[in-house]
């Protein structure tokens, strides 16, 4: 690569950077760098990535991260510690509460600046914060509200002497039967 021509170096790092776009996006990109290359005469940046291996995203363009190490390590401990009821990390909040939007909120108040909502999206997916997200508040099997114990069809139905005419209950041996 080093014993080509800066204009054949330029072709050849463009055609890897466009090659696997769709025929608008391949367009438009070989408009802009041709354009770049001609007005300042030296090859952009981002095809200069090419060789490194880096085709797109946040590190191609050259911007920053958009949330810093310290708030990414901050948020995965408030994740994960607030899912757990014996943790002195955090403190402990109910699955029903435990959403991103929240922990946005808290970070912003603790770090007391601005962070970006989708990249806290982000991060907890590429992170796999799911599990500690929709984690259980208690490991028990949580009873079931409106339920009662199983009895037997004909003690239900006999309340305090009545006779019903017109209503019949199938019993154990397949015959239809009024209540007593």
Same mark, same amino acid.
């Given at each position: ?28 990109? /070989? ?29 191609c363009?050259?911007?920053? =991260? ?7 390590? =901050? ?12 943790? $002195? ?46 984690? $259980?508040d ?19 139905? $006999?309340?305090d002497?009545? $006779?019903? =005419?017109?209503? /019949? ?12």
């Amino acid at each position: 690569m080093e014993n080509l021509s800066i204009d054949e170096r330029f072709y050849l790092l463009l055609h890897k950077k466009i090659m696997n776009k769709t025929s608008t996006a391949k367009r438009r990109a /070989k408009k802009y760098y041709k354009d770049q290359y001609k007005k300042t005469g030296i090859i952009p940046a981002p095809l200069l990535l090419v060789e490194k291996g880096i085709m797109d995203g946040r590190k191609c363009s050259g911007r920053p =991260r958009s949330i810093d190490e310290q708030t990414k390590r =901050r948020f995965i401990e408030m994740v994960k510690a607030s899912s757990d009821p014996s943790s $002195q990390g955090f403190i402990f909040i109910t699955q029903k509460a435990r959403t991103i939007k929240n922990y946005h909120y808290w970070l912003e108040q603790e770090l007391g600046r601005a962070i970006n909502l989708a990249a806290l999206r982000r991060c907890a997916k590429r992170e796999d914060l799911k599990f500690y997200l929709e984690k $259980q508040d208690f490991e028990g099997d949580v009873p079931v509200k409106n339920t009662f114990k199983p009895e037997p069809v004909f003690d239900l139905v $006999q309340m305090d002497g009545c $006779q019903f =005419r017109y209503f /019949k209950i199938k019993d154990d041996n397949g015959n239809w039967q009024k209540p007593q």
